[in-house]
């Protein structure tokens, strides 16, 4: 093979497809070849029944309905307040130098660390699960949006004070648009920790959510159900990551490399 | 009165550590009459580029002070156009867009906006790719547009810091005369910088000579070749004895300062 030389888009398409039907069959020999004791871990064919009947049976459509709320819900809240503040530090740096070293501390605060005291705090309802969330994603957000803000070429800047741009239209007009591609980069990105977040805050003190499931069925040594609930949680992510790619390529078509 | 006079103008740029401080330009006095065209040559480093980021008001004099119509220069502003070595076209915007980006600081309306943008596309040859995004067009063509962008604004002065530096000998000696052409046509007051001694003829009225750093004006000489220049005009004799004197200029700076 040659360093760096690209393949066709089929040839592409056939080698991803191509390692899911190997670590597939793989899993199956493991399993149905009784190399591995059911009670650890469940074949392919066990964990479709198990899935099967968890959507039909147990109402599971509304734990995935309920996670997925949550992980949305917390991360357009954490969105919501790390947008404006990470703009304004990267834009202004007496602002990034009065938070930055605050929040770079926060960020290395592990969310999952929290939920002792956010139960105490917010109890096992909604607002906790959302704080999780927020906790997990809000400081990250903020340090990468100040950055990718903060990273705008100087010459455009000097373009735009010479074109009669204020300071005002400098970050309006040369400073958002040129990082909103990396902003809407970012917020993929973190949407997707958001969501290894969300589960964990389900394991503890939760009765709804994928992560409730998950916990329930190891009680039960039911690997079947946890194995589908994890490839569910995977499926959601790259439909996710799907949109929001296919969305930025939408937004920002000058941004396509 | 002159357009732009520079009174006495010099860079100090401050001590790092335990190091001295530079000095990037010693003060300097210029006087640029209305409509003239007048080219900066000098060797890279002699702070001519520094000169003009003064003029431009994107870097503060250390000393001196720049008046353009008799008032003084305190920051940048529309009233000097700039077009910069890089390609500086915001890439999130079109080719109109970005020829219309000053029109719509100043809060022209939009009609009124694509009308002038559209006319400036037009004269520096980029009809047909309004549309495009920067990165879709080749450098030379980045730089039509940025000339187009600085000239929409209709600006007392028009800067240029080496703006065909980047590009190949075809492509920049097109770009000459396209630039010329313009002068010729609209009358504005331009200050071009270059290290290019051709370049610097064949646009200028006015050829300035800088010293190697600390930069200082050696010399200034008027360039009184007819207008239109086509671009033969390099190979009359005329030109050819202006080359060979400023070129001489230039080596000995270039030499003495390695």
């Given at each position: 093979m040659k360093p760096l030389q690209p393949v066709t888009a089929q040839a592409r398409v056939t080698y991803g497809i191509g390692f899911f039907v190997l670590f597939v069959a793989a899993w199956a020999v493991a399993t149905l070849g009784g190399f591995v004791p059911k009670l650890f871990l469940a074949s392919p064919i066990t964990m479709v029944e198990e899935g099967w009947s968890l959507m039909t049976k147990h109402g599971f459509a509304f734990d995935i309905a309920i996670t997925i709320w949550r992980v949305v819900g917390g991360f357009i809240l954490a969105a919501a307040l790390a947008l404006p503040l990470g703009i304004l530090m990267g834009a202004y740096k007496p602002v990034e130098a009065f938070f930055e070293p605050f929040v770079s501390f926060a960020r290395?605060?592990?969310?999952?660390?929290f939920i002792p005291l956010l139960i105490l705090w917010a109890g096992i309802g909604e607002t906790q699960k959302l704080l999780v969330i927020f906790i997990g994603s809000f400081f990250q957000l903020v340090l990468m949006i100040a950055v990718a803000v903060g990273g705008v070429r100087r010459d455009l800047v000097d373009a735009a004070y010479t074109l009669g741009s204020s300071d005002g239209s400098v970050v309006t007009r040369v400073l958002l648009p040129n990082a909103a591609p990396e902003i809407a980069e970012i917020l993929r990105m973190v949407l997707g920790w958001a969501w290894t977040y969300v589960i964990v805050a389900e394991l503890i003190g939760s009765s709804s959510g994928i992560g409730h499931m998950i916990t329930d069925s190891q009680a039960l040594l039911n690997t079947g159900q946890i194995i589908f609930g994890i490839i569910i949680i995977g499926l959601i992510g790259l439909i996710s990551d799907f949109l929001f790619k296919w969305a930025n390529q939408h937004l920002f078509p000058w941004a396509a490399k | 009165m002159s357009k732009l006079s520079i009174e006495a103008v010099g860079k100090l740029f401050p001590a790092r550590g335990a190091a001295e401080p530079t000095r990037a330009l010693t003060p300097t006095t210029l006087a640029i009459a209305d409509n003239d065209f007048i080219t900066i040559l000098g060797?890279?480093?002699?702070g001519k580029s520094t000169l003009l980021r003064i003029v431009a008001g994107l870097e503060t004099a250390s000393e001196g002070r720049v008046l353009l119509d008799g008032q003084p220069v305190t920051g940048p502003g529309a009233d000097r156009g700039m077009v910069f070595?890089?390609?500086?076209?915001?890439?999130?915007?079109?080719i109109i867009e970005n020829i219309a980006f000053g029109l719509r600081e100043r809060g022209v309306s939009e009609r009124e906006r694509l009308e002038v943008a559209r006319k400036w596309a037009e004269r520096v040859g980029l009809k047909g790719f309004e549309n495009h995004y920067p990165k879709q067009l080749s450098g030379g063509m980045q730089q039509r547009t940025a000339i187009a962008r600085a000239l929409a604004n209709d600006p007392k002065i028009l800067l240029l810091d080496e703006?065909?530096?980047?590009?190949?000998n075809q492509t920049r000696a097109l770009m000459q005369e396209m630039l010329l052409g313009i002068w010729e046509r609209e009358q504005k007051t331009v200050m071009f910088v270059t290290h290019d001694v051709e370049e610097a003829i064949f646009m200028a009225s006015r050829v300035v000579v800088m010293s190697a750093r600390p930069g200082r004006i050696k010399a200034d000489i008027a360039v009184d070749l007819p207008h239109p220049r086509p671009y033969t005009i390099k190979t009359s004799a005329a030109f050819v004895a202006l080359k060979e004197r400023l070129v001489e200029e230039i080596r000995v700076e270039v030499v003495g300062a390695h």
């Open positions: 290395y605060l592990p969310a999952s660390a | 060797p890279s480093g002699c070595q890089s390609y500086t076209l915001f890439p999130w915007l079109t703006p065909f530096g980047a590009l190949d």
